[in-house]
């Protein structure tokens, strides 16, 4: 029979995105995701305006289906993909530069000319959109820097001088056009990649000024339950009548990974390798001891530490795509960790009998912070890597199930509940707007949150022992029976707190 730890019994959730703030002005040209990446681009930069998506003209601001079959914009491969009815550019307008451009230079007669509003002289500089541009320009000059492949051009200004930059990212060349792109930033997406959210994902991580190798780790961190490293959560789960690791992955394929694992046992699966495979790991407060079966067919013993009354919360605490062991003592409130690189330390002391554990990356720099949610209290606080403490939001109580994860795909973890008595998923995300996500299941359904279709969101999921469905709602609204497969008795192997506290 499993049992529930304190992890599972106090906190365990799941939650998807959010919708639009504002709606999509022209969904019958715009892609929904298009949409997405605009409203992403404008709360990167606040005061930064929407210079427009599709437009009748031209190129990759028009349909493929209206541009004359020589444009350069449909002429290739990657531009022949992808609805033909829908535009592929992206103007990102700063108006504080576009008031200084004017001010400085001679008109043109195929430029925007009109002075910004409530922009004065002495407002008027090329900081924002010079570092936007240089971090793109420098991201397409390095070969080894895959984040736009998706992406053809982008103009833009990124020195502060009165000439437009630009790259052709398809070609490797430096490229240039017109002086209204020194107050706005042109980008050109490959066709066949409009309707991808991972594709626009990347391009935000060149903006934020991510290296590659953040980039990286965070997408193998959230890849967690992915047995095959497609990218998208597969269902899996441990039956303990028979010590049996049994995967279905998202494509339709099953199978018995591994027989491993006896009564008492912790079930902590993680990606200890950095391999970006789910790999199937068990801690046994008995003698200590983390035992790990890589996804690639061979066990070892990582590591002995712990005891009886530990909470194992392994997670990538250094950003370096490995996932590091790691434990919450509740009767002294220290965070211990074991890094994969083979030094230990005392993360912090925090916490204590009660307090559910819920590490993940709040901030988005690609480490897991240590957090805690108090069900007394509806209190979530978590302790940066860096150092600083806060407390994120008091939302929750006894007998909700916690679980954080990106339910909008902007790269930090945000708060979320499910609600057995009332089926409700909330989120509150980390920018501060809250919502009730979906309403659906109730008592006895198991969350098991993850990435289902690999858009870089959590989607909202369920297994029900009780007919051994598993059932997904995505973040963007449709809902399916990915499965019917297991039953009463089988533990479901997801990326939660239960994965972490469910003994066998």
Do not use: C
């Not at 509003?117 to 820097?145: C, E, H, K, M």
């Amino acid at each position: 029979m499993a049992v529930a730890s304190a992890a599972l019994v106090a906190g365990l959730v799941v939650v998807p995105a959010p919708v639009s703030a504002a709606a999509n002005p022209n969904p019958a040209r715009i892609t929904a995701a298009s949409w997405w990446l605009m409203e992403e681009l404008l709360k990167l930069q606040p005061g930064s305006q929407n210079g427009g998506i599709y437009a009748n003209k031209p190129g990759y601001h028009n349909t493929r289906a209206a541009n004359d079959s020589g444009d350069y914009s449909v002429r290739d491969a990657e531009d022949r993909g992808g609805p033909s009815d829908k535009a592929a550019a992206y103007d990102w307008t700063f108006p504080e530069a576009q008031s200084l451009a004017l001010r400085s230079l001679p008109a043109e007669s195929d430029a925007d000319q009109k002075l910004p509003v409530n922009v004065t002289a002495a407002a008027s500089n090329f900081t924002n959109i010079a570092r936007y541009s240089s971090r793109l320009l420098a991201s397409g000059q390095n070969p080894n820097d895959p984040r736009l492949d998706g992406w053809r051009e982008f103009f833009g200004q990124a020195d502060n001088d009165t000439s437009v930059e630009g790259w052709d990212f398809r070609n490797g060349r430096s490229a240039t056009s017109d002086s209204s792109h020194l107050w706005h930033i042109h980008l050109s997406e490959d066709r066949d990649k409009v309707e991808s959210v991972e594709n626009k994902e990347a391009l935000l991580s060149v903006l934020r000024g991510e290296t590659v190798a953040e980039w990286l780790n965070k997408g193998r961190r959230e890849a967690l339950a992915d047995y095959n490293g497609d990218g998208k959560t597969d269902i899996a789960l441990f039956r303990p009548s028979a010590g049996t690791w049994h995967v279905w992955h998202t494509g339709g394929s099953a199978g018995v990974l591994h027989t491993w694992g006896s009564p008492g046992d912790i079930l902590v699966p993680g990606d200890y390798n950095g391999d970006g495979r789910t790999d199937s790991a068990l801690f046994r407060p008995s003698n200590g001891e983390w035992h790990v079966w890589y996804a690639g067919g061979w066990a070892r013993l990582l590591h002995t530490w712990g005891e009886v009354g530990d909470v194992p919360v392994p997670a990538d605490y250094n950003g370096d795509g490995k996932t590091d062991i790691a434990l919450f003592r509740p009767s002294t409130g220290g965070w211990h960790v074991w890094y994969t690189d083979g030094w230990a330390d005392l993360l912090h002391t925090w916490g204590g009998v009660g307090d559910v554990p819920v590490p993940a990356d709040y901030n988005g720099d690609g480490k897991t912070d240590i957090a805690l949610f108090r069900p007394s209290t509806g209190g979530w606080h978590v302790w940066y890597t860096g150092g600083s403490a806060y407390l994120l939001h008091t939302w929750g109580g006894a007998g909700d199930v916690v679980l954080p994860g990106d339910y909008n795909a902007d790269g930090k973890a945000d708060i979320a509940l499910f609600r057995p008595s009332t089926g409700g998923w909330h989120v509150w995300y980390t920018g501060g707007s809250a919502y009730l996500l979906h309403t659906w299941g109730g008592v006895g359904d198991i969350p098991t949150p993850g990435d289902y279709n690999g858009d870089g969101r959590t989607d909202i999921a369920l297994f029900r022992p009780s007919t051994g469905g598993w059932h997904v709602w995505y973040t963007g609204g449709s809902a399916y029976l990915l499965h019917t497969w297991g039953g009463v008795g089988d533990i479901p192997l997801v990326p939660n707190p239960a994965t972490r506290g469910i003994q066998i």
